[in-house]
């Protein structure tokens, strides 16, 4: 019990101290066993069920109507022997023993006796001594001593013997009735009768049964007493043994000596040593059952698969959507890090250009005043060249000054602003920052700013690092003595564009797949952190544009970001 | 810009004095201070035309001295010098009073501008 709610619970629990792709898998895997075991064991459970139930109750329907049929049977052959029986008992007690004896009489009797009851064969009196006295029939057995043999011993015993079929001198497979009879006087006598036994056949003929059925009277030592229709004739074995004695009629499955499966329906009969047995081939009733199985088979076996397809289907859905939502998750953390990062830089370049800002101040003064003393001065030395110098000092200053006004931008990035700007002043401060390394690595940047583009309202920090990002990927992949071109341009009534195209080293197919991706990157290990270009797409989509790339390798990488001219108020920038 | 007379106030000793003298070599009267306090003290002896005052200063700030000053000596127009990126600064101080603001590093001609200018507003109102 407790091993299988450890299972479970294993099933259950999120391997989190797994890398990505294994977490996934196993995590996968456990709802799809779970799912099928929930789905899956009832399914199996129900269709076991079923087979049972089925079986059980198409066993008991065959079953059911071939006890009645071996019912029936007993009841009419034991009525047949019975009546047969009564008829010689009638005889031998109606009439004395001299009227018996007198073979007319006993001639008269049989004629009547021929005509009223089928079967009867002949009918004899035999005396005590075990002769036959007198004798109708179509032999010649007047005078036969029976005192030897074993029936009339019985006789004499019982009162009653109803012979097991045999075939004798007649000839023919016939059974002997004998009723003893004894006058009030004490004089004893014996009636003896043979019946054909076809009238036996013929009741088996008219139970009707159809030509996989066969049906039989066998005795206790299992030899026919009727034909049977697979196993042999009148008097023949019958190979297939009858179970215990039993009254009731009773149905089992067995083999028989042909190897076939059958459904043996029998019943011991209560008067004689006789046994009725029927006789149904398995394949021949259970050919419903068999379509039955197969049908079950095919549902549960289409309700498998489909539950199966089914359950991986969901769980693949289920996955892809956890990855989604995990990979959305960090790279928002990712997001939120890196720009809580860059805040950092920003204050921090906020203090430094406040900081440097004043000796700034004071060298530009200093400078200055010297620039008045010389100016002031017609006379001092070397006038034009102090002039120059100075000159000099004051032009480094303002570039000091450009220099802090950047830093200041950078750090005012940090905090997010919807303001209404020009997207071409952003491209030229933006391409600032790059200008110097242009120049030094001979990098050409081309603009082609469309004159009179709309102002939108957009944030002007953000938009700064979603140019940067891109100019600095192409200021990586064009290497010394390529091209950046910029272009901007209006494409609707609600959106403007921006193009940059480099001649750099571009990228394949694959790269292009994941270039959005947070943490992918191609550049060496310490050069890049893949974040780049996945901020940049988050940045843009935040404030309600798009982003797409083309690139060819070996020919360039080419950028067009789309932004509104209306930043959509629920981006939240 | 003879008779002009000018208060410097500001922390920054080298910058305040190396403005004074070149504002004097333009035949301004100039006077410095180098704290907030220090102004009120000053403002005793000397009333300037105008106030070039420093918003960034230790003890009382720039803005405080701003809204005292034009309180006590409401004639007196003050210009203020903010860092770069003060800008919101620079126009608070102007809601509070001042005539305008100067980012530093500054335009010795500029500074000498600005002053004309707030002289010549003075001078209309009286």
């Keep these: ?573 | 810009m003879k008779d002009w007379k000018v208060l410097l106030v500001d922390d920054e000793k080298e910058f305040v004095v190396t403005i004074a003298e070149r504002l004097g070599m333009r035949g301004i009267i100039t006077e410095t201070v180098f704290e907030g306090e220090g102004a009120f003290k000053k403002l005793e002896t000397f009333e300037p035309d105008v106030m070039v005052l420093d918003l960034m200063m230790p003890g009382m700030s720039g803005l405080t001295v701003l809204e005292k000053v034009k309180k006590l000596y409401p004639k007196i127009e003050v210009i203020l010098l903010t860092g770069i990126g003060s800008t919101p600064e620079g126009l608070t101080g102007m809601r509070l009073g001042a005539f305008d603001y100067l980012m530093k590093p500054l335009q010795i001609d500029e500074l000498i501008q600005k002053i004309g200018m707030a002289i010549n507003k003075r001078s209309s109102a009286t």
């Design chain 1, 1 to 573: 019990m407790r091993s299988i709610k450890g299972l479970i619970e294993d099933l259950l629990s999120i391997p989190e101290e797994r890398s990505t792709p294994e977490r996934y898998r196993i995590v996968g895997r456990n709802i799809a066993i779970l799912m099928l075991t929930t789905t899956l064991v009832p399914l199996a459970l129900m269709t076991a069920i079923n087979y049972y139930e089925y079986k059980a109750a198409l066993r008991n329907e065959i079953q059911a109507p071939m006890k009645t049929l071996v019912n029936k049977a007993k009841h009419s052959f034991e009525l047949f022997l019975a009546g047969r029986l009564s008829t010689v008992n009638f005889i031998a007690s109606a009439y004395t023993f001299e009227e018996l004896a007198d073979e007319k009489n006993l001639n008269r009797i049989f004629r009547v006796l021929k005509k009223e009851f089928e079967g009867f064969v002949d009918i004899g009196l035999i005396d005590s001594k075990g002769t036959q006295i007198s004798y109708a029939g179509p032999y010649e057995l007047q005078g036969k001593d029976y005192a030897d043999q074993a029936w009339f011993e019985q006789v004499r015993v019982n009162g009653v013997y109803i012979s097991d079929v045999f075939k004798g001198y007649r000839k023919f497979p016939h059974l002997a009735i004998a009723v003893q009879h004894i006058s009030t006087d004490g004089r004893e006598w014996i009636v003896r009768a043979t019946i054909n036994t076809a009238k036996l056949d013929d009741l088996i003929a008219s139970m009707g049964l159809d030509s996989e059925s066969d049906a039989f009277v066998i005795n206790r030592q299992g030899v026919f007493q009727t034909k049977s229709k697979f196993y042999g004739d009148v008097l023949d074995k019958c190979p297939v043994t009858i179970p215990t004695r039993s009254f009731e009629p009773t149905v089992i499955e067995r083999v028989d000596p042909l190897g076939r499966d059958i459904f043996l329906g029998y019943v011991y009969f209560n008067q004689n040593d006789f046994i009725f047995a029927f006789i149904k081939h398995k394949s021949d009733v259970l050919k419903v059952w068999y379509t039955l199985r197969a049908d079950l088979l095919i549902v549960f076996v289409i309700g498998l698969t489909v539950i199966i397809l089914g359950v991986l289907k969901l769980t693949s859905i289920m996955m892809k959507r956890m990855k989604e939502s995990d990979d959305r998750r960090t790279m928002a953390l990712r997001e939120v890090e890196h720009s809580h990062k860059l805040s950092s830089i920003g204050r921090l370049a906020a203090g430094v250009a406040h900081e440097v800002n004043n000796p700034l101040a004071v060298i530009n003064e200093k400078a200055g005043l010297m620039q008045d003393v010389i100016q002031y001065n017609p006379d001092f030395p070397d006038r034009e060249r102090f002039l120059n110098l100075v000159k000099a000092i004051i032009q480094s200053v303002e570039r000091c000054r450009t220099i802090t006004h950047r830093l200041l931008g950078f750090a005012r990035r940090m905090d997010v602003e919807v303001q209404l700007l020009d997207v071409n002043e952003v491209l030229r401060e933006t391409l600032g920052f790059l200008e110097k390394e242009a120049l030094y690595r001979n990098v050409k940047l081309d603009l082609d700013l469309l004159k009179n583009l709309p102002q939108i309202k957009s944030d002007r920090g953000q938009l700064q690092q979603v140019f940067l990002n891109i100019l600095n990927n192409a200021m990586f992949a064009i290497g010394d003595g390529g091209t950046i071109a910029i272009s901007s341009f209006e494409r609707d009534s609600e959106m403007i564009g921006v193009t940059i195209k480099d001649t750099g080293h571009g990228m394949s197919e694959e790269t292009l797949k994941h270039v959005f991706e947070p943490f992918f990157t191609t550049k060496k290990s310490g050069q890049g952190t893949g974040l780049g270009l996945s901020i940049t797409y988050g940045i843009v989509k935040r404030l309600g544009g798009d982003i797409e790339v083309q690139s060819k390798p070996g020919i360039g990488t080419f950028f067009t970001v789309y932004l509104p001219k209306q930043t959509p108020a629920q981006s939240g920038v």
